[in-house]
């Protein structure tokens, strides 16, 4: 079983940062790749970054060059820095963890992140 706790969601106006956590907690031993889905109202969830256990990372299109994705394996948390924020990043942010990215087995119960326009 393995518990994921989001936090540092909010509201920030476009072009502001924000900085998301996700903390893991559990059986999460096994567990290579951590990172971040989002979803907008009436959109389907979409992959935004991963990063594995030895460092590597990727990252969707839309986000390349704005959010950086980093891990710390003593803490068992993963970061995710947001800059230059747009409108249409507004979405319920979920972290996940799982073997590989595209295939999570475990999802955190989601922070909101607005920007306003």
């Known amino acids: 079983q393995v518990q994921l706790v989001e936090s540092g969601g909010g509201l920030v106006q476009a072009g502001g940062s924000l900085r998301l956590s996700c903390a893991a907690s559990?059986?999460?031993?096994?567990?290579?790749?951590m990172g971040w889905y989002r979803q907008a109202p009436g959109k389907q969830r979409e992959y935004v970054t991963s990063?594995?256990?030895?460092?590597?990372?990727n990252y969707a299109d839309s986000v390349k060059g704005r959010f950086t994705i980093s891990r710390d394996n003593a803490k068992n948390t993963v970061y995710l820095q947001m800059t230059s924020l747009k409108p249409e990043d507004t979405a319920v942010y979920y972290c996940?963890?799982?073997?590989?990215?595209?295939?999570?087995?475990?999802w955190g119960q989601g922070t909101q992140v607005t920007v306003s326009s």
């Open positions: 990063i594995t256990r030895g460092g590597g990372t």
């Open positions: 996940f963890a799982g073997y590989i990215a595209t295939l999570p087995n475990s």
């Open positions: 559990g059986s999460i031993f096994g567990f290579n790749a």
